[in-house]
């Protein structure tokens, strides 16, 4: 885990070991200045030796000043190396997301991404500014003021080396019965994060259904479990202080009885037994800085963790390590022997034994009722899934040979969900093809029916597009991403339910427009209404993942009784 984590330190390498080398002589300078002080006080304070008290009160002097610039040095770094390791590690997380593919993004749902990206890392560059600068310091400063307390009275000494260890293991007792809860309080977060995010998006049809009690009760829920874990851990957590502070102020007391006695027995010198105090103060800081430490780096702990799950995912679907087919000729589609389940160990299979030709060219038209595979089929075209059994071919070649991009560029899909991203709307027509020129927008808007509304906006295609698209309406938000497709020019057209929203006129008028103008691409349609498809070249009709039956529409209006019920059905309703 460590080491994945670290290979996002790279330009920060520097930073990284300035840090820990100021550190280390900020505290050799500052565990020398008690040890001096005795000196001071012995030699010059007690003999009223002034020349003394001034020679050894300005290196003192200036030994506080270097410590303080090594202090602000240290800080310096490690701020800057801990944000700039939170900065690549956001980077290295977020690029590999893009090469996850659906059945990747279905694993660790995008809400838990949200919170893996946002609080997980700042857990994390909290935890490594702390390991290059109090983890190095707190330590350094035990060891070296227990030595100099060696250094100045060695009896005295042994109180600091019996008590530590005692304290040593409580920490790790408490901190081991607090661990246990920060899993959970992550997961907690992302049920909040989802809630949040369900809320907002979906703000209308919580208005529209009246649902906001319901929201409001679902949103307190995840938050007083977040609340109920965290004051339990804290509740362990809080007896880390007095518990060291019991403890460090019981050997304070035996340090003055022992001390005292010393020096009443002439063994030791006053200003000794107040450098004794000071090594005493360090040692108390020290273990209070590690406490800190061990609970910030139990946080981390599963904070990192969540990180070096998201890097170390392999995406389930990758390019052809070896010569990818980087030319797609043809709109000709093969499903041979296909199948498909969405949870590898099931036995549930979404597509049984597809075998299936569409012709390049050809207009294809799919039904069925909800479930039965429909957008599972056409997402193994595309590659958005790999078939778990047999193999989709376009144009002759195997779909996973195919170089992701030019797959991808040939095949447009337009989905049941489409979202569009903020920014005008010729930007999101121009995701289709960035080099795009206006014309070729407005040519693809118009066979898209969607140029009439854009430029009745008051900006036409400079309108700005809000938060997801809110601000045109559904079957403007269809007819957009429809001509977003088409400006890839491909090969191949999926229409998964997309024009669900457009009337049935428009709709047609597209369909025509789409034969007319683009009589060399495949065109996939799936639609819930027959008026969508019936005047496809060929028309499936999908049953519990198989295909039932294929054929023009009179066919299937003579031959299949799934197709003429749903046929007739639709008829009464006049749709
Ligand atoms: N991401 C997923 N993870 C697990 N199961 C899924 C997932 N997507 C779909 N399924 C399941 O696979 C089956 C086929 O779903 P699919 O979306 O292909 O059906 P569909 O015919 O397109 O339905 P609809 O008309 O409602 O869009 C359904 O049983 C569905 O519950």
Redesign the pocket.
């Known amino acids: 885990m460590i080491k994945t984590l670290l290979k996002s330190v790279r330009q920060y390498k520097t930073q990284s070991l300035l840090s820990p080398l100021c550190v280390a002589i900020e505290v050799f300078i500052e565990m020398f200045i008690p040890y001096i002080m005795g000196w001071l006080i012995d030699n010059g304070i007690m003999k009223a030796n002034m020349p003394y008290i001034v020679k050894t009160g300005s290196f003192l002097l200036i030994m506080a000043f270097f410590s303080l610039i090594m202090g602000a040095l240290a800080s310096y770094f490690s701020s800057k190396a801990a944000a700039g390791l939170a900065a690549n590690l956001r980077q290295d997380m977020f690029f590999h997301t893009q090469d996850f593919s659906?059945e990747n993004i279905?694993k660790f749902s995008s809400s838990s991404l949200v919170t893996r990206l946002t609080t997980d890392i700042n857990n994390v560059q909290l935890a490594y500014q702390m390991v290059i600068r109090i983890a190095v310091r707190a330590p350094l400063m035990l060891v070296v003021s227990v030595i100099m307390a060696f250094a100045v009275n060695s009896e005295l000494a042994v109180l600091f080396v019996i008590l530590a260890p005692f304290m040593a293991i409580l920490l790790a007792l408490i901190i081991k019965s607090a661990f246990p809860y920060f899993p959970k309080i992550f997961k907690g977060y992302d049920r909040l994060n989802r809630t949040v995010r369900e809320n907002v998006r979906g703000v209308r049809e919580v208005k529209t259904y009246v649902h906001e009690k319901e929201q409001i009760e679902e949103f307190q829920k995840s938050s007083n479990y977040i609340y109920k874990l965290f004051t339990a851990a804290q509740k362990i957590m809080a007896l880390n202080a007095p518990v060291m502070m019991l403890l460090l102020n019981g050997s304070m007391l035996l340090l003055s009885w022992f001390g005292a006695n010393l020096i009443v027995n002439k063994s030791m010198q006053t200003g000794q037994l107040v450098s004794m105090f000071s090594y005493s103060n360090s040692v108390l800081f020290s273990l209070m800085m590690l406490s800190m430490i061990f609970t910030q780096l139990t946080i981390s702990q599963a904070s990192a963790k969540r990180i070096v799950e998201v890097i170390d995912e392999v995406p389930t679907i990758s390019k052809p390590k070896q010569h990818p087919v980087t030319e797609f000729t043809n709109g000709d589609i093969l499903f041979d022997h296909v199948n498909f389940k969405?949870?590898k160990d099931s036995d549930?299979y979404?597509l049984k034994d597809i075998n299936l030709h569409i012709h390049s060219g050809e207009t294809i038209g799919i039904i069925?009722?909800?479930?039965?595979?429909?957008?599972?089929?056409v997402?193994m075209i595309p590659r958005l899934y790999d078939s778990t059994g047999g193999a989709v071919r376009v144009a002759g070649h195997n779909v996973r040979s195919y170089d992701l991009k030019t797959l991808r560029d040939n095949v447009a899909m337009v989905l049941?969900k489409n979202v569009l991203f903020s920014g005008t709307i010729k930007d999101n027509l121009k995701w289709g093809n960035e080099n795009a020129s206006d014309e070729e927008v407005i040519a693809a808007s118009k066979v898209a029916h969607a140029d009439d509304f854009i430029k009745e906006f008051p900006d036409g295609y400079d309108t700005m597009i809000e938060q997801g698209g809110n601000n045109v309406s559904g079957g403007q938000k269809q007819r957009i991403t429809i001509a977003r497709a088409l400006l890839k020019k491909p090969k191949v057209l999926i229409l998964?339910?997309s024009t669900s929203a457009v009337d049935t006129k428009t709709e047609k008028e597209i369909r025509l427009a789409l034969r007319r103008d683009l009589p060399k691409t495949t065109k996939i349609i799936?639609s819930?209404r027959i008026v969508s498809i019936k005047d496809a070249d060929r028309i499936i009709v999908?049953n519990h993942?198989k295909i039932e039956d294929i054929g023009t529409h009179d066919e299937l209006i003579k031959r299949n009784e799934l197709y003429s019920s749903i046929n007739k059905f639709q008829e009464e309703q006049g749709k």
């Open positions: 659906f279905d969405y949870e549930v979404a069925g009722e909800t479930g039965s595979g429909k957008s599972t089929l997402a049941q998964d339910d799936i819930q999908m993942g």
